[in-house]
């Protein structure tokens, strides 16, 4: 199974560093019926700064050069910032899924470093129906469960049966409350983000570990797969990578290991049984993709290549919270931009600036 590393390129990097910080995180990618790429990513002093927001990039040459990045949209409510997932739905509407989070205190973060909970926030969801020029107001989603917070990992996935997930994960509040545990859900809506009244639970915290930045993807044939970051209990020290699988889209496989150890690991279905996995990998430096054939239930590796190495991973697990707000890379978008090749954004730190970087793959 062929991998190979192409080119590279910046989707958005600060152009004035000497003036004015500004800092990027979190891409996703999506391909407009249009033709145009679209990338939103999160922009700010710092990954909790009081100015952090969703942007928006444009490409019209398949990724090669990117627009200057505009705000997704303007909340009126405040203090607030704001990180969602983009996502295109069959139909051409664009949909973008997240968080509002409240910053009442000018002088904390959004982690609470005593007990890392989080602070208050909204699930909220925007749409757009002119490739995201204009967007709906956020509207305040109520969730199916108290988490009371909820991980911004992912866009919305559109099912072929028409139901919309949005996986997620449960996040304590900022005075420690979790009444339904640490554990990786998804969203599920019956009416295309109206009302979202059920969760599928994608893994928990039975075995002793924590789980975040969820992926989840539907294979050709309409099974469902999904892949976890697994962190030792609360040290943040990573586990080997797990895997599950529904063929109904409501139970899934028992969990089992994907053979590798990854950080923020993200999926992207290919031809038949194949997918590619790029992650944060944890026993070397950078970023790398692994191409695998999930046969059945079972995952088998075939060939993977490291894509940039940059940084070593960062969690080692001695300080959680704020090694998540010190890492240098991370969160992989996948777009699959011809019969041959996978497009990837990620952010990166290069040379003291965090920016979002592109790489193009031969598959």
């Known amino acids: 199974m062929r991998l190979e590393h192409l080119e590279t390129g910046i989707v958005y990097r600060n152009p004035k560093p000497y003036l004015r910080a500004v800092n990027a995180w979190h891409p996703t990618l999506v391909a407009l019926p249009s033709g145009e790429l679209l990338a939103s990513f999160d922009l700010g002093q710092g990954p909790e700064g009081l100015d952090y927001r969703t942007c928006l990039a444009r490409s019209s040459d398949n990724g090669q050069s990117w627009s200057e990045p505009v705000d997704l949209f303007s909340d009126a409510v405040q203090p607030t910032t704001n990180s969602v997932r983009i996502a295109c739905m069959s139909d051409g509407q664009l949909t973008a899924m997240g968080a509002r989070l409240y910053r009442s205190d000018p002088e904390e973060g959004i982690v609470n470093r005593a007990n890392h909970g989080f602070v208050p926030l909204d699930v909220i969801l925007l749409t757009s129906d002119d490739n995201g020029y204009t967007w709906s107001e956020p509207r305040v989603i109520e969730p199916p469960l108290v988490g009371p917070g909820f991980e911004i990992c992912h866009s919305i996935v559109e099912l072929v049966d028409g139901r919309w997930l949005w996986p997620t994960a449960t996040l304590m509040g900022w005075d420690g409350e979790l009444p339904n545990g640490l554990k990786a859900i998804a969203f599920v809506s019956h009416d295309r983000g109206q009302t979202w009244p059920e969760h599928l639970d994608l893994f928990d915290d039975s075995d002793g570990a924590t789980h975040w930045e969820t992926s989840l993807r539907q294979m050709e044939d309409g099974r469902i797969a999904t892949i976890t970051w697994t962190l030792k209990d609360e040290s943040g020290a ?126």
């Open 238 to 363: 990573a586990m080997p990578t797990l895997y599950r699988v529904s063929v109904d889209g409501t139970a899934f496989s028992p969990q089992q290991p994907t053979g590798f150890i990854a950080q923020t690991a993200k999926l992207l279905p290919l031809d038949g049984d194949d997918l590619l996995c790029v992650y944060r990998r944890d026993d070397q430096p950078g970023l790398w993709a692994t191409r695998a054939e999930l046969n059945g239930n079972s995952w088998t590796n075939h060939a993977e290549i490291p894509l940039w190495e940059g940084a070593a991973s960062g969690m080692t697990g001695a300080d959680k919270t704020n090694e998540l707000s010190a890492l240098k890379f991370g969160f992989p978008s996948l777009l699959r931009v011809a019969p041959d090749q996978v497009l990837v954004a990620f952010w990166c730190c290069e040379d003291t600036i965090w920016n979002i970087r592109w790489i193009r793959i031969g598959i």
